[in-house]
């Protein structure tokens, strides 16, 4: 079965401080994975796709297949990055996302 | 502007009293989805359509309905709505290029 796993429901970290929100993934054959914001009150919106290998934001996602995971990192957090997170892949040929559950990042100033 | 557009945004209603949320598009997407977001559960997917008169169940189905008339617009209906369907729901669609979901301004429904 397809599953998206985001195992912290909630990450804090200080302004400046690194951050690492974890993805890990089960899913056949080889996905195209995205991170998708949402910032308080807003829509959901794009944040970056693997395939695009591009950095948004300060942002950066690696696929590693071989540990099924696309972890999103930032080196130095701001406080504007204070958002829910989440982790979907997309199945080859199709358009129906899985979502993962999930992360609430707050930086604290 | 390439924009989705939900109305209406905010609903409180009674158990039983049929809704309506309407999704619109004006980037004539094909597909286009409804999800319910949930504390601690994230986004479920309700409903979603390939194209006009075709609509297939997501993960959570129960108790919505969908239509695909025309490319534009895939409301979603409540026949008999229930305190469980106190929901955030969102209506997206796929730009068939990239993959890339582009979501509605969400639609926060309370059924008392």
């Known amino acids: 079965a397809q599953r998206v796993t985001q195992p912290e429901k909630l990450l804090s970290v200080f302004k400046g401080a690194p951050v690492e929100l974890k993805c890990n993934y089960s899913?056949?054959?080889?996905?195209?994975l995205f991170w998708y914001v949402q910032y308080s009150r807003q829509r959901l919106q794009l944040l970056l796709r693997h395939i695009s290998r591009e950095s948004i934001k300060g942002f950066t996602a690696d696929l590693n297949k071989g540990e099924t995971s696309f972890h999103l990192k930032k080196p130095f957090a701001q406080e504007e990055d204070s958002a829910m997170y989440y982790c979907a892949p997309l199945g080859a040929g199709s358009y129906q996302l899985t979502f993962g559950k999930g992360t609430k990042l707050s930086v604290i100033p | 502007e390439a924009q989705v557009t939900q109305n209406p945004r905010y609903l409180i209603t009674v158990t039983g009293k049929k809704l309506t949320v309407t999704c619109s598009q004006n980037m004539n997407h094909e597909y286009m989805s409804w999800y319910r977001q949930d504390p601690g559960l994230g986004l479920r997917q309700i409903y979603y359509?390939?194209?006009?008169?075709?609509?297939d169940k997501g993960d959570v189905p129960e108790g919505y309905k969908v239509s695909r008339k025309e490319k534009r617009n895939f409301p979603l209906i409540l026949e008999s709505p229930s305190p469980n369907q106190t929901s955030l729901y969102f209506c997206a669609t796929v730009a068939g290029v990239n993959n890339e979901q582009f979501f509605g301004p969400g639609t926060r429904l309370t059924v008392l």
């Open positions: 359509s390939m194209n006009v008169e075709v609509t």
């Open positions: 899913y056949s054959g080889s996905p195209e």
